[in-house]
C-alpha cells in the first residue's frame, strides 16, 4: 500500500487498529466473564478490510 493516503482513509484505517483489541480485564471481571471475546477482532493476514 502506498505510503501516502487521503485523510479520510487514514482515519478510517486508525478507527480499525484501535477496534481491533481484546476485551479488557475489567470487562471480563464486571461480566463474570460472560464477555471473553470482541466479535470485532480481525487477523491482518486471513480478512480483508472493505474501507
Sequence with gaps: MSRNKPL??????MNRIKSNRRVPGW???RTDRH???NPKRKNWRRSNLKL
Excluded: A, D, P, S
Aim: hydrophobic letters at 50%; aromatic letters at 0%.
Design 8 to 13: 479520510g482513509k487514514k482515519l478510517r484505517l
Design 27 to 29: 470487562v471480563m471481571l
Design 35 to 37: 464477555v471473553t471475546q
